[in-house]
């Protein structure tokens, strides 16, 4: 059974760093591209950044490059993204996605097959 677990959500302040855990069961984690994508209050569901299945490539959305930064521990099963310099428009629901059984990076919110539960950021 596939399950996406993510923790880490948290009320920071203003330029403050965050960091989000998404673990990961189900599924062969280390050839499978993961994401993180997110829901501000009202708005629609966007993608924020993903890795790809090697590991070797991250691509981020253009309001949080250089600020964000995802990763992954293959051993734990785990992709991270570090949250830096925290602006009020990174408030919102952040949701781990995989796409297991391809390849490539930067996947939109509808073409991702599995998702976690969400956890939420909120910045003031």
């Known amino acids: 059974q596939v399950q996406l677990v993510e923790s880490g959500g948290d009320l920071a302040q203003l330029g403050r760093s965050v960091t989000l855990s998404c673990t990961a069961q189900?599924?062969?984690?280390?050839?499978?591209?993961m994401g993180w994508l997110r829901q501000p209050p009202g708005k629609a569901m966007e993608w924020v950044a993903d890795?790809?299945?090697?590991?070797?490539?991250?691509v981020y959305a253009d309001d949080v490059k250089g600020r964000f930064t995802i990763s992954q521990d293959n051993a734990k099963n785990t992709v991270y993204l570090q949250m830096n310099s925290l602006a009020p428009e990174d408030t919102g629901m952040y949701y781990c996605?995989?796409?297991?059984?391809?390849?490539?990076?930067?996947?939109?919110?509808?073409?991702?097959?599995?998702w976690g539960q969400g956890t939420q950021v909120a910045v003031s």
């Open positions: 996605a995989a796409r297991p059984g391809t390849v490539g990076c930067s996947f939109p919110p509808d073409r991702w097959t599995y």
């Open positions: 189900g599924f062969t984690f280390r050839n499978t591209p």
């Open positions: 890795i790809s299945a090697s590991g070797a490539t991250a």
